[in-house]
């Protein structure tokens, strides 16, 4: 059965593509009526073709824009709806995209006043790229061997809901979530291949940098149910619901250090002192040697918890909510890290001592008691009030365990073990008080306010990680620790007529954590005093039917204050952060036969910490002075985007659309490379999308776009650009 | 995850400040971010206070120029709460003088990375293993 979409309005439809890219061709209205609409299937089937012939880097590409650089084919999107009887309707949902490994099955059976059974499965593939960072000195780029990294997220569900009329509501739910595949990560591994020199001293600067890419492996599952009862008794509806989770995480990341370098060990043998002279005179890819890490975090949880909660009318101006839960989590933990040379040695490839643990064990345990208490009261027509309380008691414990491997000898001759063991535990309560008030009594305006304040009081035990066989106990910390945390919100809607509304809102988050140490840590304080408040205005102004803008503009200033424990040190201010945010969109839509968008987003933020402000590094008799100031500059993280869409009607049976968008966020310094690392972000990506949609018949439709993508990275070498053209096509059926 | 998560995964339209799970629900803001990010989730043996102000202290869900949706790509991020004075005790040297009595001078290694990325504090969701969430 097919339903038309409008009667009377077409809606320039321009496709749903599965790629981002495409994203903002969506739905756009030029509101224009005409009889020849095109048809709103209620069951339809919908075959997809995309490809790419992309030049420069494929992941990247695929990273960018959530699609694969090999193109694919399938069904996009399948729905049937069949009406079983007069109160039964069964809906079936399918996808199966090739190449972008997307895929669903999902049938829904609903029977009016009696419940459904819903269940399911999909699938569907995320990209990432291992590239990793770039020394732009001696243009050092090391890419991973496989740079075409994706996760693959899968879900099993199934849920039935029985809902009778006047009888009590069940619904049980079972999630099976599956994710697994390779990822990168932000932690990179050394090289010394930067072209710096080497730290002879008094030159301060060290020629080690971090930008060798890391990549994770995730192998991760995590199963819920759900079952809970809901019954209306007189003026009260109450709700008890059970859950159980189990998650059974298995993930390592795997870093690479000093990739392609060999220490020769006669140098590395010398008397420190000697050291420098000797390994300068040695070629740069003998001066370290190739590590490998293997960082393991195992994890499995079991949760269970109960949920207890009502909803009572009391008035028609009040209404109680009570809600009480309950949820205890245990955690088995194992893992480790191994770091083992590459280089063969006397022992052969050895761990180091730097870092290295393995054979992770133990566990961690979670109480957690939360009530809360709500009222809402509607004092008259036009004012409405909100009083709550939340109050919430958690307990953790936690404790593990682990093996040190050391190599001492050089080349390394002997290994040896130390058990080493740790614990915490945490005790701390916090209550919310909640106010809400929304007041709508003057004329076409609507004033509203909301505040928070959590307050949090408790106590921190742990030990750092000591060795138990030659230690009674490790370094005990106990700290009392605080939260006073405010949250407030002012704001208002107007709208003063159909051609204008404004709306306004002030915000302001002042938070303070405190950890204040005693028995043997008495002395140790740390305060952190932060603020963040800021506004934001929006005018939506509509000129004339045809014509409108709105423009948005958002404000946000935060501050941070670090008191340490050293006496009479002052509150240092940690953080001094802006950010500017406006927003413009412009709206025409001459005639019904088209219309144009443009929309550009301008963003300023810059985060400002105390190191920069730090000043110079004195001079040693082993050290040069140096600007610390520039190891550490601010991160700004300011962008644009633009954006220029239109749809036109062609005629009765086709429509066009050309979209084009730019975003630019140039941040990057690659000059700081000789001082730190990273070196900021600047990127620059620019498309132009043209769409075709046409009606073939009353049960064809077809649609095509092509477009042209356009991607450079400054500050990593032009490795990680790409360009070229992208094209779907689209036939979508009747059934 | 674009176009694989919608605003209603995480936003409650018609109810308090629209973030699922925050006001006096019985959920943290936390949890609409640990629903499927569960390695993040804890608890851990030592846990990171920071995550007490939530994911959003470090990670903008609603995207970032920057990798992970982090709010910085540098050691700024970190230091934001952990900062790195000058202390006049150490001939000009920059010192940390809060958290737990640490005087390491971080110069050298900061200008090899950031504090998480550079092979120390890899693990600042919460660690298993380290008080320093080290390695």
Known sequence: MNAPRSPHTRKIRLGTGTIMAFAGLLTHGAESAQSDAFPNFESYVKITGQAAAVSGSDSTFQNRTRQPAGGGAGIEDLHIVKYVSKTTTATVD?????????????????????????????????????????????????????????????????????????????????????????????????????????????????????????????????????????????QTTVRLSLHGDTTDNNDTRYVTRFPGEVIPWSIAGLATAAQPAAKAAVAPINWNNQQAIAENDAYKTKTSGLTVSSDTVLSP??????????????????????????????????????????????????????????????????????????????????SSGYTVIAATGTPAVALASTPRLGWSKIHQNAQTPLVELRYTGIKDLAIYFSGSKRELSGDENNTSSYNYISAASGTLASNHV????????????????????????????????????????????????????????????????????????????????????????????????????????????????????????????????????????????????????????????????????????INKSTDMGIQANHYSAKNGNAVLASMTMPYGVSVEVSSVTIELKHKISKTWLANGKLGYFDSKNDVMGGFMDFRGPIAYVSLEHAL | MNGKMSCGDCHEPHSGNAIAGTGVDLEGMNATCTKCHTQQKGPFVYEHAAMKEGCVSCHNPHGSINPKMLVARDANLCLRCHLEAPDAGSSGQINANAIRHTSENHNSRLMQGTCWSAGCHEQPHGSNASYHFRN
């Open chain 1, 94 to 234: 399918g996808r199966a995209m090739l190449g972008a490994e997307d895929y669903l099955g999902r049938v829904n059976l609903t029977k009016t006043d009696v419940g459904s059974i819903d269940f399911g499965y999909k699938r569907f593939r995320t990209f990432y790229d291992g590239v990793g960072g770039f020394f732009p000195l001696n243009r050092q780029w090391m890419p991973l061997a496989n740079q075409d990294l994706h996760i693959d997220r899968s879900k099993f569900w199934i849920e039935a809901k029985v809902a009778l009329k006047d009888r009590p509501e069940f619904e049980v739910r079972y999630t099976n979530e599956l994710r697994s595949g390779k990822k990168d990560s932000t932690i990179w591994g050394d090289s010394d291949l930067t072209g710096l020199p080497f730290n002879l001293a008094p030159n301060p600067v060290s020629p080690t940098r971090k930008f060798t890419p890391s990549y994770i492996n995730i192998g991760e599952r995590h199963q819920n149910i759900e079952a809970s009862v809901k019954h209306i008794i007189d």
């Open chain 1, 317 to 398: 101006k009040l209404n109680l909510r009570l809600n009480g839960a309950y949820e205890l989590i245990h955690t088995e933990i194992s893992g480790g890290r191994p770091l083992t040379t590459i280089t063969p040695t006397s022992t052969g490839a050895v761990s180091v001592i730097t870092d290295n643990y393995q054979g992770l064990y133990g566990g961690t345990r979670l109480k957690n008691y939360t009530g809360s208490l709500a009222l809402d009261y509607k004092a008259t027509k036009t004012l409405f009030m909100k009083l709550a309380l939340r109050g919430q008691s958690e307990f953790i414990r936690g």
């Open chain 1, 482 to 649: 605080a939260e006073d945390h405010g949250n407030y919100t002012l704001g208002a809607n107007w709208r003063q007529s159909t051609f204008l509304t404004l709306r306004g809102e002030f915000f302001e988050k002042n938070h303070k954590n405190s950890s204040t140490g005693y028995a043997t840590r008495i002395g140790d304080y740390y305060l952190l005093d932060s603020n963040y408040a800021g506004y934001k205005f929006t005018a939506l102004v509509r000129l004339t039917s045809e014509f409108g803008f709105t423009t948005r503009y958002i404000n946000q200033d935060g501050k941070m204050k670090v008191t340490g424990y050293l006496p009479n040190f002052p509150a240092y201010d940690s953080l001094n952060s802006k950010n500017h945010m406006i927003s413009e969109s412009f709206d025409w839509n001459p005639n019904k036969a088209c219309f144009f968008q443009l929309n550009a987003n301008l963003v300023y933020h810059t985060i400002n910490t105390i190191y920069p402000r730090a000043g110079v590094t004195a001079a040693t008799s082993t050290l040069s002075a140096f600007d610390t100031n520039r190891v550490i500059q601010n991160s700004n993280n300011d962008y644009i985007t633009l954006g220029a869409l239109s749809g036109f009607v």
